[in-house]
């Protein structure tokens, strides 16, 4: 086996892509950096802030100094989910947050990140890059049944519809759009619970690095 991999895990939202490179990043040893945490940061900022997300600078004026507790439960709520979207499509935000990224995956050791976009901007030289899926309609129950674990309220059509919406923003947006890398093996977790998941993701893994 071989020491110091990056292992690259995008995918749309609720597609699993967190339960994934939580679980290879605890199989291999490896520290892990849930990137979405870092737009959900820069949403809630400019929520309390009382600050408007369709004002560039004023999301960028959010990056600087960002620090952010990663339990407080409210970066996962669905208003901030929108935000974290919108302001996510702003080249200056993301280039705000990139040297961020770029050096925790380049750290001695290797890393796990999961995003949109690691595989293609963040680290297109990782090891190993998986593009997890799943249907929008899977996505949303998977969504609701997550908001309501946590106590917060969410109802199935409207997680659906704004799936749905961050889907199309994601891909279709001008910098580093959702896309799956030319590289990267597809993992399509509708039909799977997430013990199947994280079992066919760690053997596409130890697949690549066999052959290597
Ligand atoms: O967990 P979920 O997929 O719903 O969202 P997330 O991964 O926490 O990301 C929140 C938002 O940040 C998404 O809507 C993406 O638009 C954006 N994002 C991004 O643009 N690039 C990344 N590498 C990670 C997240
Ligand atoms: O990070 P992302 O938004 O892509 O999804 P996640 O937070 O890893 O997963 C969303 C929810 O779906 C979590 O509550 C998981 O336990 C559940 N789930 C899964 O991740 N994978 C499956 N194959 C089935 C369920």
């Given at each position: 086996s071989r020491k110091g991999f990056v292992i690259a895990v995008d995918g749309p939202a609720a597609s699993g892509k967190g339960t994934i490179a939580r679980a290879l990043a605890k199989h291999f040893g490896?520290?892990?950096?849930?990137t979405g945490l870092?737009?959900?940061a820069v949403a809630l900022?400019?929520?309390?802030?009382?600050?408007d997300p369709n004002i560039e600078f004023e999301a960028l004026r959010a990056c600087d100094n960002l620090g952010?507790?990663?339990?407080?439960?409210?970066?996962?709520?669905?208003?901030?989910s929108r935000i974290a979207s919108k302001i996510s499509s702003?080249?200056?935000?993301?280039?705000?947050?990139?040297?961020?990224?770029?050096?925790?995956?380049?750290q001695e050791g290797g890393a796990v990140l999961d995003g949109r976009d690691i595989?293609?901007?963040?680290?297109?030289?990782?090891?190993?890059?998986?593009?997890?899926?799943?249907s929008a309609e899977v996505r949303a129950q998977r969504r609701v049944r997550e908001l309501?674990?946590?106590g917060m309220p969410g109802h199935y059509d409207d997680v659906l519809?704004?799936?749905?919406?961050?889907?199309e923003r994601d891909a279709t947006r001008e910098i580093a759009p959702l896309l799956q890398a030319q590289d990267a093996d597809l993992l399509d977790t509708s039909d799977l619970t997430a013990e199947q998941a994280i079992a066919e993701a760690i053997r596409l893994v130890e697949h690549k690095l066999a052959n290597a």
């Open positions: 490896l520290p892990h950096m849930d870092l737009y959900r900022k400019i929520w309390r802030w009382g600050g952010f507790d990663p339990d407080d439960e409210e970066l996962r709520s669905e208003p901030i702003y080249a200056s935000v993301r280039d705000a947050l990139l040297q961020r990224q770029r050096d925790f995956a380049a595989g293609t901007v963040i680290a297109p030289e990782a090891d190993v890059k998986l593009f997890v899926t799943a309501l674990e946590r519809l704004d799936i749905r919406a961050r889907d």
